[in-house]
């Protein structure tokens, strides 16, 4: 079996961070999601992994891959594949098509995070013997997503793209399985009216032949990070279920250390106090601060008399004499000041290299 990894699109929804970064490539717990997506792949014993890039943002993914193949010490072998538009999954995966050949394979959203792993879903398709597996989560409001209705059998008889009045809570997570009747499938249908070609509408044209499509019903969470509040929401749940306390940088004192939190190399923290789950990156100053729970700053950043909390911060950004910075995501090389009597509480989506005074 291979695995198609797709890390094209433009990320509209977190713009204006996306103009300068992938949004697969956007940090949780000081980590690019891309990262967590092929740490389940892999462990879930896949090692043939195709990647979808788009021109403007393929050299930027092709290089942070790169960088995690060197932690890895597993044989895996990346083949990098350029979708000249994001004209939608199914075109992606027609984009694929010669690196998948006809053997099954495991689609993935690149910026889709979920808790568990994927043995016993890639189990179930084998056993089943079906030319779809799809990956589905009950949502509070499935107006917002792909939603599948189910027959008795735990059979899809019907997708259908954020819909008004839905049949079901069951909505589609970003992770599928198929096997090569699918390429039958995507050959059958024409661009939707966003002149996109559907995955959604090449599944539907498997139901209508009579080709098995079931469900996996996934028992715990789903995050699609493609949105401040849920990248924020993920980062909080990775630090609190993968973080381990470990302190390697320097500590004064006069700080204080709570919970789960990582001080890597070379930080300094200095008559501050850091309260879990956190981590601070390499190279990192903390000084006269408070870093709250649910933090995550990266390397080579200046935080001095400030306040964060629930807040992503990426490389090199410097943030002084700020009361309270809560439920932000701040990009790279942004300086952060205040310069008058500022009392308020800042929730900010910054991109990089930035300038803010308040």
Same mark, same amino acid.
């Given at each position: ?55 403007? *943002?393929? =050299? ?10 060197? *932690? ?22 027609? *984009? ?17 995070? @979920? ?14 013997? #079906? ?5 589905? %989560? ?43 009747? @699918? ?27 009579? %080709? ?7 028992? %715990?969470?789903?995050?699609?990070? =493609? ?23 320097? #500590? ?39 870093? =709250? ?66």
């Amino acid at each position: 079996m291979k695995c198609l990894v797709l890390c094209g699109g433009k990320g509209t929804r977190l713009k204006p961070l996306t103009f300068t970064i992938p949004k697969q490539l956007v940090p949780v717990a000081n980590r690019p999601i891309l990262h967590f997506v092929l740490d389940n792949i892999i462990k879930s014993g896949l090692s043939d992994i195709g990647i979808i890039i788009a021109p403007e *943002t393929g =050299g930027l993914i092709q290089e942070s891959v790169e960088e995690y193949k060197a *932690t890895i010490n597993q044989p895996v072998k990346f083949t990098f594949l350029v979708q000249d538009e994001p004209k939608g999954l199914a075109h992606a995966v027609k *984009t694929a098509r010669d690196f998948l050949g006809e053997e099954p394979f495991l689609m993935y959203l690149g910026d889709n995070l @979920i808790g568990g792993d994927l043995v016993e879903f890639i189990s179930r398709f084998y056993e089943t013997e #079906v030319d779809a597996l799809l990956l589905l %989560k009950a949502v509070p409001d499935p107006t917002r997503f792909g939603i599948a209705t189910l027959n008795a059998q735990g059979e899809i008889v019907h997708l259908e793209e954020k819909p008004k009045f839905p049949q079901s809570n069951l909505a589609l997570v970003g992770v599928y399985l198929f096997s090569s009747a @699918i390429h039958w499938g995507i050959e059958r249908i024409k661009p939707s009216f966003r002149g996109e070609l559907e995955i959604t509408d090449a599944i539907s044209q498997l139901i209508d032949a009579k %080709k098995k499509v079931k469900a996996y019903i996934l028992d %715990k969470w789903w995050l699609d990070t =493609g949105k401040k509040d849920t990248l924020l929401a993920a980062n909080r749940i990775i630090l609190q279920e993968l973080i381990e306390r470990k302190i390697e940088g320097e #500590v004064s004192s006069q700080s204080q250390i709570l919970g789960k939190v990582v001080i890597a190399k070379d930080a300094v923290v200095e008559n501050s106090a850091v309260r879990g789950p956190a981590v601070i990156g390499k190279g990192t100053k903390i000084i006269n601060s408070s870093i =709250g729970p649910y933090t995550a700053i990266a390397d080579e950043c200046l935080v001095e008399d400030s306040k964060i909390e629930s807040s992503i911060v990426l490389k090199g950004t410097q943030i002084k004499g700020i009361d309270r910075l809560a439920d932000s995501l701040i990009g790279r090389n942004v300086r952060i000041e205040k310069n008058q009597k500022f009392h308020q509480c800042l929730r900010l989506l910054i991109s990089d290299d930035s300038e803010v005074e308040v």
